[in-house]
């Protein structure tokens, strides 16, 4: 995926000098009077305009006003009105400046169409209206009826128009007539059909981005015939077919077709693209074995979520250049080789359910790895057990390690007390026994610790209340080099800093009570408790984590009232208590009173108006909510909430994916 960056302003130089040299004319003194008209029409035309207007009204030459550039001429040559908290319509009335014309109004809250006269405009070469809320079609123009290509932007070299909501089919560019055409950007709309004919003719193109729309259809062999293409970015869409003939763009820096339907192998020959430094497939239907000649400039490398199968070809380990690796889900077979080791640059590397087999081996090649900072070999090693302490070093950088679902027996090893930097750790769905270190509160950058479903058992350490980053709100400030996937395909972090701040110690055998210093943890957002054997009160200190957005102790032998003081944690939205020992009364006023039955259920001693039992009716007369099969339900519920809540409901991150992404 190519983030979005200001990296081509290259072109963008080259055609403004271009278009200096071509509007070197006749001098006049002020801006032409249709000019000026035409840009007072966009005024008003808009309904907020982050105060434009005043700061116009100071001039009479237009060539003056904020935002605006003429040539020597006096022709208007750049309306520069980015992110200037701009609402409302564009004016038709743009199609009327008639120098050679670079229009940016990217980054507002613009709406509607579109205007049919901009994009039939002869004068605007470079066209910025992306990050606004525009609507309706580009293509739906009364010339771009297939049977005749639109005879419309003529002049126009590059367009943005991302991250709106337009709709309909991507416009047939019409290259042969405009041969300089550079930059087609559309991603993040709702474009839909296939990939238009005759981009083959456009023989400059460098950009072409189409990404996150709902393109169908087969990628055209004729997009393998523009040399000149750069960055190819079309993921998240439905497209099919294969890669043979990608040698033949020789200039290819970025190719990112992830989360398509594509087939077949990747070719052999994609190692003549000397070029390439981004290579993105994952989320596709690729299969056969790897290339042996993957080119060795690539810095980033995803095939995730694939049919590959092979063992993996050693020329990946030739790029010392290689920062993001990530090859998980596939049907790879074999050891991991030694030379991954030879990956100097690698900061994160993702091995997901490849059938890894030794723990122990797979750990001390990879403990060398120097730049290593995220490390993901979940679903592997089925049954084997934790390494001892004295065989693994090194991840002096390690920030985020996943470990889960390996059916891991052994305990919470002591080397990971020696990663000073880490920051998230998941080991759920293990076999882990023995306590929670006490060790755990060394660990200065810790935020996000997974155990669920081990049987760890002993009390909750009061060390765990130390852990220094969920005492303070500080945020890791880390961007990945690829997206994080969580148990959702569709759900990807992009910062470290979007993963919330958790405690999941859930599904274990922990016993003793809740200790008061969890009141020290202010900075955490969810606590998940459920099915242990705690024991005492809900203690009055998790009364005053006033950050917490879900609160699961459901599944324990929790005793006593339901402190009423919970009603401050004012963003919590999930809440279970379910099946412990509690007693009293409901809060029928504030947050809690805001949860379901099920928050509450199997408590035979509570008391309120959710609940079957009604307060100062009940007491002489314990009704048994939990049937068995009532109880099976809850189990699953408690589960369910524990997944869905690690997969990110707390930030809706396939927003931040559209910025990112
Ligand atoms: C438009 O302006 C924004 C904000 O200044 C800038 O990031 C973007 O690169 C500009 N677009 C073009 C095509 O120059
Ligand atoms: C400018 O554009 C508008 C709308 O596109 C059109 O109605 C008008 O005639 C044009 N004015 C001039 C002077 O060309
Ligand atoms: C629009 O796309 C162009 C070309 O990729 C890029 O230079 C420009 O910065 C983009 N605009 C914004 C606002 O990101
Ligand atoms: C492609 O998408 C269009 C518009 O959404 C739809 O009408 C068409 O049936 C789709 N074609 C295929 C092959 O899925
Ligand atoms: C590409 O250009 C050729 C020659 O100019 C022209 O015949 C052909 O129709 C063009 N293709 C498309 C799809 O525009
Ligand atoms: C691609 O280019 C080759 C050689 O220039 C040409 O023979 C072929 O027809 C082109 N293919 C497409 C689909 O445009
Ligand atoms: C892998 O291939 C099988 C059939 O060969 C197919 O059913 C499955 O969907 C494919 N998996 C992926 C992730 O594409
Ligand atoms: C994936 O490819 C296999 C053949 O390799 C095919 O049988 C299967 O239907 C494909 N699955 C999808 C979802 O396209
Ligand atoms: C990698 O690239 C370098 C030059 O950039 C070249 O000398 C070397 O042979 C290549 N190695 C492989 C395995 O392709
Ligand atoms: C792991 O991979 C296997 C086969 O490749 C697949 O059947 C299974 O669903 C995957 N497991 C997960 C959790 O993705
Ligand atoms: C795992 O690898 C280590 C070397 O790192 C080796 O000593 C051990 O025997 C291996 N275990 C198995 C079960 O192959
Ligand atoms: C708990 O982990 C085991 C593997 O250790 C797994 O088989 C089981 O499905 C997990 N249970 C839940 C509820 O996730």
């Known amino acids: 995926m190519q983030p979005l960056d200001c990296s081509y302003w290259k072109y963008w130089n080259f055609l403004l000098a271009l278009v200096l040299l071509v509007s070197l004319a006749s001098l006049t003194s002020s801006c032409m009077e249709q000019e000026k008209a035409s840009l007072l029409h966009l005024l008003a035309g808009l309904s907020r305009d982050g105060g434009l207007a005043a700061s116009w009204e100071s001039h009479k030459d237009c060539c003056r006003w904020e935002g605006i550039t003429c040539s020597p001429n006096r022709m208007v040559t750049d309306v520069s009105l980015a992110s200037q908290g701009l609402e409302g319509s564009i004016s038709p009335h743009l199609g009327n400046l008639t120098g050679q014309l670079r229009l940016n109004l990217s980054c507002n809250w613009l709406s509607g169409v579109l205007p049919l006269e901009l994009v039939l405009s002869s004068s605007i070469i470079v066209l910025d209206i992306s990050f606004n809320c525009l609507t309706g079609g580009l293509s739906e123009l009364p010339s771009s009826t297939p049977a005749r290509p639109l005879q419309v932007m003529k002049s126009l070299v590059a367009i943005n128009a991302s991250t709106n909501s337009f709709t309909g089919q991507i416009p047939t560019i019409p290259c042969a007539s405009s041969p300089y055409f550079t930059v087609l950007e559309l991603s993040f709309n709702q474009f839909s059909g296939n990939i238009p004919p005759g981009l083959s003719n456009c023989s400059e193109l460098k950009i072409l981005s189409t990404g996150y729309n709902n393109l169908n259809g087969t990628l055209p062999d004729e997009l393998f015939n523009i040399t000149s293409l750069e960055h190819r970015s079309l993921p998240n869409n439905w497209i099919k077919g294969a890669l043979n003939g990608i040698n033949k763009l020789t200039n290819l820096v970025t ?270 957002v969810a606590l998940n408790l459920s099915f242990n054997r705690l024991s005492g009160e809900i203690p009055q200190q998790l009364c005053t984590l006033t950050n917490m957005q879900m609160l699961d102790l459901s599944g324990n032998h929790l005793t006593g009232t339901i402190p009423s003081a919970l009603n401050n944690l004012h963003f919590l939205s999930k809440f279970n208590i379910s099946n412990n020992d509690l007693e009293g009364p409901i809060p029928t006023v504030g947050q809690l009173s805001t949860f379901p039955y099920s928050s509450f259920d199997g408590n035979p001693k509570l008391c309120g108006p959710v609940l079957v039992n009604q307060c100062g009716l009940a007491e002489a007369d314990p009704v048994s909510i939990v049937s068995t099969k009532q109880y099976g339900t809850e189990v699953i519920f408690a589960i369910a909430f524990g997944v869905f809540f690690g997969v990110g409901v707390l930030y809706d991150q396939m927003v931040l994916a559209r910025y990112f992404g």
């Open 255 to 524: 190719l990112d077709l992830g989360m398509n339907e594509l087939s077949s192998n990747i070719p052999d020959s994609i190692g003549e693209l000397k070029r390439l430094v981004e290579l993105h497939l994952g989320h596709n239907n690729m299969s056969g074995d790897l290339p042996t000649a993957l080119s060795n400039c690539t810095e980033n490398l995803d095939l995730l979520y694939n049919n590959f199968t092979g063992t993996i070809p050693e020329s990946i380990y030739s790029s010392s250049k290689m920062t993001a690796l990530r090859l998980s889900q596939n049907h790879f077979h074999g050891k991991l080789s030694e030379k991954i080791g030879n990956l100097k640059s690698l900061s994160f590397l993702s091995l997901r359910n490849i059938s890894l087999t030794n723990m122990t081996r797979t750990l001390q090649i990879l403990g060398s790895s120097r730049s290593l900072t995220t490390l993901l070999i979940g679903f592997n090693f089925m049954d084997d057990t934790m390494p001892e302490d004295d065989r693994i070093d090194g991840f002096q950088n390690l920030q985020i390690l996943a470990i889960n679902d390996c059916s891991l027996s052994g305990k919470i090893p002591h080397w990971l007390s020696k990663f000073r930097n880490l920051r998230m750790l998941f080991l759920q769905n293990n076999q882990l026994t023995g306590p929670i270190p006490d060790w755990i509160s060394s660990l200065n950058a810790l935020f996000y610790l997974d155990i669920t479903n081990n049987s760890i058992k002993g009390e909750i350490p009061i060390s765990l209340m130390d852990v220094p980053m969920l005492k303070s709100d500080n945020t890791a400030p880390k961007v990945f080099e690829l997206p994080v996937y969580d148990k959702s395909p569709f759900m990807q972090y992009l910062r470290l800093g979007s993963f919330p701040k958790v405690l999941y110690l859930g599904l274990n055998n922990l016993s003793g009570v809740i200790p008061k210093e969890i009141g020290q943890l202010q900075a955490l």
